[in-house]
Antibody, heavy 126, light 112 residues
Framework: EVQLQESGPGLVKPSQSLSLTCSVT????????WGWIRKFPGNKMEWMGY???????SYNPSLKSRISITRDTSKNQFFLQLNSVTTEDTATYYC????????????????????WGQGASVTVSS | DVVLTQTPPTLSATIGQSVSISCRSS???????????LNWLLQRPGQSPQLLIY???NLESGVPNRFSGSGSETDFTLKISGVEAEDLGVYYC?????????FGAGTKLELK
């Protein structure tokens, strides 16, 4: 059974970078897609982006200039970095696994985040 | 981005009651490949989100069959046939047809 666990600082100062790690057990990150989603105070959810089994990435355009998702396959971990944070980035950050299938021509198609970590609460404050 | 509008925002139910949650999309979620990538998740208090239904009506493994999903194009419904205590929490619809993925605002299911 796949398990995902987020870790990282719970408090970040404005203008600095937020960095989180997602450690995955029970499943290889060289398969599937691996993403980050955040939940703001008040329940609003935002999809941030993912890194695929091949290492390609896709980001939410609203974050594209500030976000980076990378991975370390030897440790079966993937990472989120969000630069130039403000108080509006205060949220609970979830890592998740993305399910996908192949079209007949071999093109992969991601379609849902099917397993989630417990979440990491991050507050941006001076 | 696609806007998903969930109603009602809050739902009060008794144990055993059947309830429905609506999710309406600002544009059709029918993909060019013929599939519709509208999913439902439940976040119980203090827990992470859990996938219930994917691609409109497919029940995720391990999810009780009192949950069912239906709909097409822009109108979708999650039905719970006989609410149980463990069903309480916030339900989200989310779409993966059009990038970026987007979520509804959530429907909180509570006991009456």
């Amino acid at each position: 059974e796949v398990q995902l666990q987020e870790s990282g600082p719970g408090l970040v100062k404005p203008s600095q970078s937020l960095s989180l790690t997602c450690s995955v057990t029970g499943y290889s990150i060289t398969s599937n897609y691996w993403g980050w989603i955040r939940k703001f105070p008040g329940n609003k959810m935002e999809w941030m982006g993912y890194i695929s089994y091949s290492g390609s990435t896709s980001y939410n355009p609203s974050l594209k200039s500030r976000i980076s998702i990378t991975r370390d396959t030897s440790k079966n971990q993937f990472f989120l970095q969000l630069n130039s944070v403000t108080t509006e980035d205060t949220a609970t950050y979830y890592c998740a696994r993305g399910a996908y299938f192949y079209y007949y021509d071999g093109t992969p198609r991601y379609y849902v985040m099917d397993a989630w970590g417990q979440g990491a609460s991050v507050t941006v404050s001076s | 981005d696609v806007v998903l509008t969930q109603t009602p925002p809050t739902l009060s139910a008794t144990i055993g009651q059947s309830v429905s949650i609506s999710c309406r999309s600002s544009q059709s979620l029918l993909d060019s490949d013929g599939d519709t990538y509208l999913n439902w998740l439940l976040q119980r208090p203090g827990q992470s989100p859990q996938l219930l239904i994917y691609s409109v009506s497919n029940l995720e493994s391990g999810v009780p069959n009192r949950f069912s999903g239906s709909g097409s194009e822009t109108d979708f419904t999650l039905k719970i046939s006989g609410v149980e205590a463990e069903d309480l929490g916030v339900y989200y619809c989310m779409q993966a047809t059009h990038a970026p993925d987007t979520f509804g605002a959530g429907t909180k299911l509570e006991l009456k």
